[in-house]
């Protein structure tokens, strides 16, 4: 794998320019953008080294900007202290040098914590997806008789109780009370016990985990206060609002002091995250990362926004059969909530504290349909450039993929780009097999991912994958034989993929394999 990241490495510049031995005249130094002849660098003697980015003569506007930025006076400064004399070394000769050097940093998996419609537990979780079991059923949070569209992957029962103290869960909005729980059963179910966190560098440990929507129910309730008055307003109703402040809050519990941030791409947030916290282990600036995603907007404002969309399904009569990816019968996505996320760790640090490895995170990627705010881009261009780009930053071959945890919503466009794209990228592998989560658990928004992440994780490790339910007329344009059918299916999982995409045209692709 590290030869991958090697060879995506960006070339800042072709040569390094060392220059050495002060010169006595200004004049000497007339030359574009203030740097030697080639007449004056052959006067040069080399003494002392200094090392610029500005190697090619297209980069030499830079010198001249710096000129325009802090004045004449700082030019004639410069002019008067530049060594003279350059030397071009080729960067190739440099990276040949240092290849040897270079460690890839490993990442894996050593532990997985969820809150979903399924269940509470990475293991009744995915027990339940591998029987086919939906957690799809009436809304009954609030009478939500007056929307066309009244069902939901809601979470009927749901205790904070061991994991958020009573203070803070009466104020907090349900997202962060999923978060929270999930973060500390992924590091229960990660063997970090009270001992071994006492052992954690914590300024080595940190939290990326996000949020498409945030606090939307204390907003709200914000918003209803103030048509009283604002001393009737929560006083954390603004920073318990903010997608951040869940990741924030985990790390002030912990004392976890290093990286801590969220990222919100909509759908598509939890691959982001995933993806961006192994590359904080892959640069040495982690050990261990939390990460994930959370939401929680199953509520009237958020039910009525999707309706206005005309994204949601209308299949209230028959809740368990409503989220249908790749049925011809298919009428749109059922909203879901929880929270799913991993325990990342550094291969070596895991190892040294005997933790249990489930799989291994090899590497993604991310891209941009640049096209519409819900609509995917009509040839799938963007799925394709993502998968293309995960494949060749993690090392991985086209035919080592035989097992996609795909996006898959239950929406008549998205479903179908999607699954051009997967035959774009790997029509030739006569053993790929795709399925989608949300044909039971509906679909749970910035935290679809994480949940996801658990389940392609679970199939590697129980060679497993879980079935699609409602499959019963696949579209036209669907190749049946690629789709997991009605029942659970075994499966030696070589690499496994799974596909996040969002509002906006966000795309995300992340890999995941056996460790060995």
Known sequence: MAAAYSSLAPPICTWHVVACM????????????????????????????????????????LSQNTDFIFGRKHRRRRRASVKAMAVSVPLNEI?????????????????????????????????????????????????????????????????TEGWVVPKLSKRMDKFMLYMLTAGKKALEYGGITEEVMRELDKTKCGILIGSAMGGMKVFNDAIEALRISYKKMNPFCVPFATTNMGSAMLAMDLGWMGPNYSISTACATSNFCILNAANHIIRGEADVMLSGGSDAAIIPIGLGGFVACGALSQRNNDPTKASRPWDSDRDGFVMGEGAGVL??????????????????????????DAYHVTEPHPDGKGIVICIERALAQAGVARDAVN???????????????????????????????????????????????????????????TGFVHPNVNLDNPDKNMDASVLVGSKKEHLDVKVAMSNSFGFGGHNSSILFAPYK
Do not use: W
Not at 31 to 59: H, L, N, V, W, Y
Not at 140 to 153: H, L, N, V
Not at 405 to 431: I, M, P, R, Y
């Open 95 to 159: 990276a040949e040098t240092n290849k040897h050097q270079i460690t890839q940093r490993r990442v894996v998996v050593t532990g997985m914590g969820v809150v979903t419609p399924l269940g509470h537990d990475p293991d009744v979780f995915y027990n339940n997806l591998l029987e086919g079991v939906s957690g799809i059923s009436k809304i009954e949070r609030f009478d939500c008789s007056i929307f066309p569209t009244r069902i939901a992957g809601e979470i009927k029962s749901f205790s």
């Open 403 to 461: 097992y996609v945890n795909a996006h898959a919503t239950s929406t008549l466009s998205g479903d179908v780009k999607e699954f051009e794209a997967l035959l774009q990228c790997f029509g030739g592998n006569s053993e790929l097999k795709v399925n989608s989560t949300k044909s039971m658990i509906g679909h749970l928004l910035g935290a679809s991912g994480g949940v996801e992440a658990v389940a392609a994780v679970q199939a590697i490790r």
């Open 22 to 61: 002060p010169t006595t005249s200004e004049n000497n130094m007339r030359s574009i953008g203030g740097f030697p002849t080639t007449k004056q660098m052959g006067k040069c003697p080399t003494r002392g080294t200094i090392i610029s980015a500005i190697s090619r003569p297209e980069d030499r506007s």
């Open 343 to 368: 325990l990342l760790e550094e291969l070596e640090h895991a190892k040294k504290r005997g933790a249990e490895i489930y799989a291994e995170f090899l590497g993604g990627s991310v891209s941009c």
